[in-house]
């Protein structure tokens, strides 16, 4: 046992360090790819990681020409294997890792050297497809300074040096490259990409809201509390039930799944002209979308446009023109007073139409109460009474609906989420004859107190009715706040179904509770304001931050100009304090001695050019008897100071002192 | 220095020429352009660029600025690795041509902070062959032996010492020039063993150099001031008889003279029979001088007797000897 660590640790001395500087920053920069990319991929790059580690240690040998094209073709292969293709992000990403992986097996020239760190950058880059929040930002700057210690400890050579200093190195060239990067960052004309079209990824998976609603769609959100996007308000935050943030309109139904026909009924990329009055003020707002990997995005019900690169759809959802790949950012106007479509009925019987057979007790139920009914908004009524008389429960585990979804939910079980309740509820509209669509979206949202800012989650997810009435065109109905509080299952949902309730009823949370509650709205503000000013940092970013500067309307070219001024600025003061003259470290002792000796010769007493020090204070002591003592002090001190083994402690600053106060 | 001459191309080729003293890397001395390393890296980075801008990537930005940053600082560390560094030469050992020269090299830094990887090598040597890397410590010196290649005999000038360094990053190749107004000497390669010269050894000049050789003991004299300490009987002197020098007979020293008329072949062959056997009748302690065509050396031992010949041997300039020969076999 004793042999064997004896045998490792002779090994690990005999690694020659730059290498594993390299290893280690590598393998750390592909540690978040592993669960992104196949198993396929991951092991192989990972045993090839392990092989070159293996040869440095002098344990194994790297494999032979032959053998490494045998490896780049199976690598090829597996790539193709797991995604039918070579190029794209994720594809791109995967062959990247694995090429990367394999130039390992041949780094022995300084040039492979140079490729292989400077590819692993661009690994870290691939990170930041995916991921771009405040903890991978910062892990990847270890990482960085890590495969910058590596470039360090390469080029040095020959020197010998403590692999500490080779860190301490590139954390320092970092440090002074910051503000350069900085400036850059801010500076740097901002090109809306893409440059060209990116081809659509099958493999990454979207979160949140999909486009499709069954039952157990929503609900799977509900313990979801991850950040849907966040929103800031210009001036007054409107009441909390009147946040509908609007997303799909899902208008084709099949008896059990609610579908948004954009994708083959209407182009996605028709721009429509909507019938809208706004009947209130308006509320102007900033969203910060996470990237959910779809097209669509929320803006609050009723939104008076389309942001930048997006266009409104027939059934008011703005459609972006590509999916939403990194975080988003939009400044949007809404009305949430507002009379939309109050003109003609309209034409597409897509929004009456139900598929036949389903749901017959439902129909039933409708034929019934709108021969009871007076009129539309009659019926309308009646049918939510009905869900808050008759014993509806809200709940986030409903039983499961088997045959057919509406009529065993309406009639049998009585227990779901908010899709239910949207979905039966359109249904009961259409079967009277009254246009309906299903709405999906989010609701509400927690104000973060320490930053003035929404943050609105997925457990917010949300599903409610749109029907038109005559006269009134398209109105919002939620039919699941109709529920009265005592029957909703789960207190923290009472917040959706009635706030001023929820509030009244909650029991106070405690200490540790509120603390913890506290901590997650300052980290929540911390990665908003990353967010904000990183992740977010656009052209319209970029041009505001200029116009707070004072510098409005800057076009490129001045832009430009001004990056240029601003560079050659910040380099030169870094070269200003890289080739300041350093004076070298003087002979304090000495100086202050020499000083003694000046005030001497001013007083007549010069020291000989070859006069000890011992032999001078015995001169002078003579020729100043009342000194003495303080002649006697100084020559002490400064001959302990020069000769003694050991300087006595604090002798410099004694020295010093004694010859300040030393007054001949 | 004028702008034209500052900004020539052969300056930046060859540097400034040669100067006596030590020379100071000021700043119109170093030279900085990106190593082949420098530009793979400024194409990842412009890939990395276009990857940011089409995915709309802001840490991809911030990553892409950060690299370009530390390129730019990475720049101006090496460029200050080599400024202010004061470099100087010493006299080079002579030696037989086909065998290295090792010029003393001296770097002082009078800075505060230390110069890392530094490499040296005379800009005329092969890339890679003769390259000396050393880090100079802060307010400091170190001392190195360059290695040139000796490969021809004669006084040459020093060549162009070219200062080099890649640190920090590898990125950029900080150069500059030096070049000092000093010379190395090379001698004639010696050639194979080949007989001393037989014939003439034995004509010995009878008049000796009167005992003040080193070769073999004839006897003791009273000591006079100036004597060689290592000459001094000390046994005598321990006995108690006084200070006695001892004395060693040169009178049966054999003699030699080394004519270049002794030697068959062209000027170069000549040359290193003559060097071989300079070597070898130093070697056995014989007096010997050196005839070469318009030059003599007349007979001597002592230790600058070797370097005097040797020198003489290195410097000699060809052409007239053959004419000489020639006239003598004539008339």
């Known amino acids: 046992m004793e042999h064997l660590r004896q045998a490792l640790a002779w090994r690990w001395r005999q690694v020659e360090r730059p290498q594993l500087w390299l290893l280690v920053g590598l393998a750390l920069a592909l540690l978040p790819h592993v669960g992104r990319l196949p198993w396929l991929l991951i092991l192989p790059a990972a045993l090839l990681l392990g092989w070159r580690l293996g040869f440095e240690l002098k344990l194994v040998r790297l494999p032979s020409q032959m053998l490494r094209w045998l490896l780049v073709g199976l690598a090829l292969a597996a790539t193709w294997a797991s995604y039918h293709t070579l190029i794209g992000r994720q594809a791109g990403v995967a062959l990247l890792v694995i090429m990367l992986c394999l130039k390992l097996m041949e780094m022995d020239r300084p040039r492979d050297v140079a490729i292989v760190i400077g590819l692993s950058y661009f690994v870290v880059i691939t990170v930041f497809l995916f991921d771009q929040s405040l903890l991978m930002g910062g892990y990847m700057l270890l990482v960085v300074t890590l495969l910058t210690t590596a470039l360090t400890a390469f080029s040095r050579a020959s020197a010998k040096l403590p692999q500490r200093a080779n860190l301490r190195l590139a954390a320092t060239l970092l440090a002074q490259a910051a503000p350069l990067a900085l400036l850059l960052f801010m500076l740097f004309p901002r090109i809306p990409g893409p440059l060209w079209h990116l081809p659509s990824d099958g493999g990454s998976a979207s979160t949140g809201l999909s486009d499709t609603m069954a039952p157990g769609n929503i609900s799977r959100l509900s313990d979801n509390g991850a950040v849907a996007f966040r929103v800031r308000f210009a001036g007054e935050t409107p009441p909390q039930d009147r946040l509908y943030w609007r997303g799909l309109a899902l208008t084709h139904f099949d008896g059990r799944t609610w579908r948004n026909p954009n994708e083959t009924r209407r182009g996605l990329d028709v721009s429509y002209d909507i019938e809208y009055t706004a009947t209130g003020a308006p509320v102007d707002y900033t969203l910060t979308l996470e990237p959910h990997q779809r097209r669509w995005l929320f803006a609050l019900d009723m939104p008076a446009g389309a942001p930048p690169r997006s266009r409104v759809s027939e059934d008011v959802e703005i459609i972006a023109r590509d999916s939403v790949k990194t975080l988003r950012q939009y400044t949007l106007r809404s009305y949430t007073e507002y009379r939309l479509g109050t003109g003609s009925a309209p034409r597409d019987f897509a929004y009456l139409s139900l598929p036949s057979g389903t749901a017959p007790r439902a129909r039933i139920l409708a034929r019934q109460l709108r021969a009871e009914s007076s009129d539309d908004a009659d019926y309308l009524q009646r049918v939510l009474d009905f869900i808050r008389q008759q014993p509806f429960y809200y709940t986030r585990r409903p039983p499961l609906l088997l045959d057919d979804p509406v009529d065993e939910f309406l009639f049998d079980n009585r227990r779901g989420f908010c899709e239910h309740y949207a979905s039966a509820f359109t249904v009961l509209m259409r079967a009277a004859g009254l246009p309906a669509r299903v709405m999906t979206g989010y609701q509400g949202g927690e104000n973060n107190p320490l930053g003035d800012y929404f943050i609105v989650r997925q457990s917010d997810a949300h599903a409610w009715s749109e029907v038109w009435l005559r006269g009134r065109g398209w109105v919002r109905v939620d039919p699941t706040a109709v529920i009265p509080p005592g029957r909703v299952e789960n207190p923290a949902d009472l917040e959706r179904i009635d706030p001023a309730y929820a509030a009244r009823t909650r029991e106070t949370p405690d200490w540790a509770k509120r603390l913890w509650r506290q901590m997650g709205f300052g980290w929540d503000r911390v990665n908003n304001a990353w967010n904000q000013w990183i992740i977010g940092y656009d052209q319209g970013a970029q041009r505001g931050f200029l116009s707070r500067l004072g510098l409005e309307d800057v076009d490129w070219q001045r832009m430009v100009g001004l990056l240029f001024g601003g560079l050659g600025l910040v380099v030169a003061l870094i070269a200003l304090q890289l080739f300041r003259h350093r004076p070298l470290r003087r002979d304090a002792v000495g100086e202050a001695y020499a000083r003694f000796c000046r005030k001497l010769a001013r007083r007549g007493l010069p020291r000989k050019p070859a006069e000890g020090a011992q032999d001078y204070s015995q001169r002078v002591i003579p020729r100043r008897p009342e000194l003495a003592a303080q002649i006697q002090h100084i020559t002490l001190l400064y001959q302990r100071l020069r000769y003694a083994r050991a300087a006595p402690r604090d002798g410099l600053r004694h020295l010093k002192q004694a010859v300040r106060r030393f007054r001949p | ?331």
Not at chain 2, 62 to 71: D, G, M
């Open chain 2, 1 to 331: 220095m004028s702008l034209i001459q500052r900004l020539s191309p052969a300056r930046f080729l060859r540097g400034e020429g040669p100067e006596a003293g030590p020379g100071k890397l000021r700043q119109r001395r170093v030279f900085i352009l990106p190593t082949r390393q420098g530009l793979l890296f400024a194409v990842i980075l412009l890939l990395m660029l276009i990857g940011s801008i089409n995915y709309d990537a802001s840490l991809g930005y911030a990553l892409t600025f950060l690299l370009a940053a530390l390129s730019v600082v990475a720049m101006l560390h090496a460029y200050r690795n080599l400024l202010g560094l004061r470099v100087d030469t010493g006299p080079a050992e002579p030696v037989f041509c086909g065998e290295t020269l090792r010029v003393p090299v001296s770097l002082e830094n009078p800075a505060g902070q230390t110069r890392f990887a530094v490499s040296l090598h005379f800009a005329e040597q092969k890339a890679g062959q003769g390259r000396v890397f050393c880090d100079v410590p802060a307010d400091s010196w170190v001392r190195v032996e360059l290695p040139l290649s000796a490969r021809r005999r004669g006084r040459h000038a020093l060549p162009r010492i070219t200062l080099a360094t890649v640190f920090p990053l590898g990125l950029f190749r900080a150069w500059a020039y030096a070049e000092f107004d000093a010379s190395v000497l090379v001698y004639p390669r010696p050639a194979r063993a080949t007989p001393l010269p037989r014939d003439s050894v034995w004509q010995t000049d009878l008049s000796g150099d009167g005992g003040q050789g080193a070769d073999d003991f004839a006897g003791l004299r009273n000591y006079q001031p100036g004597d060689a300490p290592g000459h001094v009987h000390w046994k005598t002197l321990a006995r108690g008889q006084g200070l006695h020098t001892k004395q060693f007979g040169g009178d049966h020293a054999e003699e030699l003279w080394l004519d270049w008329q002794a030697t068959a072949g062209d000027t170069e062959v000549r040359l290193s029979i003559l060097t071989r056997w300079v070597l070898d009748a130093d070697v056995a302690h014989y007096r010997y001088g050196l005839r070469l065509p318009g030059q003599t050396l007349p007979l001597a031992h002592d230790p600058r007797q070797r370097c005097r010949c040797l020198e003489a041997l290195a410097l000699f300039k060809g052409a007239e000897p053959d004419i000489i020969t020639l006239k003598e076999y004539l008339g």
